[in-house]
T-cell receptor, first 107, second 114 residues
Framework: AQRVTQPEKLLSVFKGAPVELKCNYS??????LFWYVQYSRQRLQLLLR??SRESIKGFTADLNKGETSFHLKKPFAQEEDSAMYYC?????????FGTGTRLQVFP | KAGVTQTPRYLIKTRGQQVTLSCSPI?????VSWYQQTPGQGLQFLFE???????NKGNFPGRFSGRQFSNSRSEMNVSTLELGDSALYLC?????????????FGPGTRLTVT
């Protein structure tokens, strides 16, 4: 079955520390993966997608088909990165979301 | 350009009642998807509409239904409400379906069933 797993509910780091939000997926086929972010009192919004291979707000994510992972990384966390992050998999035009990881960046 | 709007923003209903939620997509967007967000289950796909046709449906009981109008606005209906239906219901729109087209989310409708 198609599934997205985010093993960490909460990740706390200090400002300037590296961040890695883990995402593993299960999908029969060629996956299309996304990271969505929800800042406090804001809407869920797309952060990045693997097909774009771009860096947004310093975040990158590489699709590793061998490990079926799509971890989100940032070398130096900022306080404004504090938010809820969701990994999502596109399956026949619907998104399958992980349960999310709350990132807290302390000053 | 105005974003996705959802009405009402908050709703309180009692068990057994029915409810209708509305979603107005971004102008020019023809695909609308609905998701249920709960603390325990996270975000779960309900259904997707494009050109007034349901293209995809998630694993929800038949009490959950939806429709899309010719102006792309969409409604979802939940009949015979249960306590477990309490959730944030999110609507998302995109130009057309497909991974290359970003989904833009609305603020959600918070439904509380008592």
């Amino acid at each position: 079955a198609q599934r997205v797993t985010q093993p960490e509910k909460l990740l706390s780091v200090f400002k300037g520390a590296p961040v890695e939000l883990k995402c593993n997926y299960s999908y029969s086929g060629s996956p299309e993966l996304f990271w969505y972010v929800q800042y406090s009192r804001q809407r869920l919004q797309l952060l990045l997608r693997h097909i774009s291979r771009e860096s947004i707000k310093g975040f990158t994510a590489d699709l590793n088909k061998g490990e079926t992972s799509f971890h989100l990384k940032k070398p130096f966390a900022q306080e404004e990165d504090s938010a809820m992050y969701y990994c999502a998999l596109k399956d026949t035009d619907k998104l399958i979301f992980g349960t999310g990881t709350r990132l807290q960046v302390f000053p | 350009k105005a974003g996705v709007t959802q009405t009402p923003r908050y709703l309180i209903k009692t068990r057994g009642q029915q409810v209708t939620l509305s979603c107005s997509p971004i102008s020019g967007h023809r695909s609308v998807s609905w998701y249920q967000q709960t603390p325990g289950q996270g975000l779960q796909f309900l259904f997707e509409y494009f050109s007034e046709t349901q293209r995809n449906k998630g694993n929800f009981p038949g009490r959950f239904s939806g429709r899309q109008f010719s102006n792309s606005r969409s409604e979802m209906n939940v009949s015979t409400l249960e306590l477990g239906d309490s959730a944030l219901y999110l609507c998302a729109s995109s130009v057309i379906p497909g991974a290359n087209y970003e989904q833009y989310f609305g603020p959600g409708t918070r439904l509380t069933v008592t």
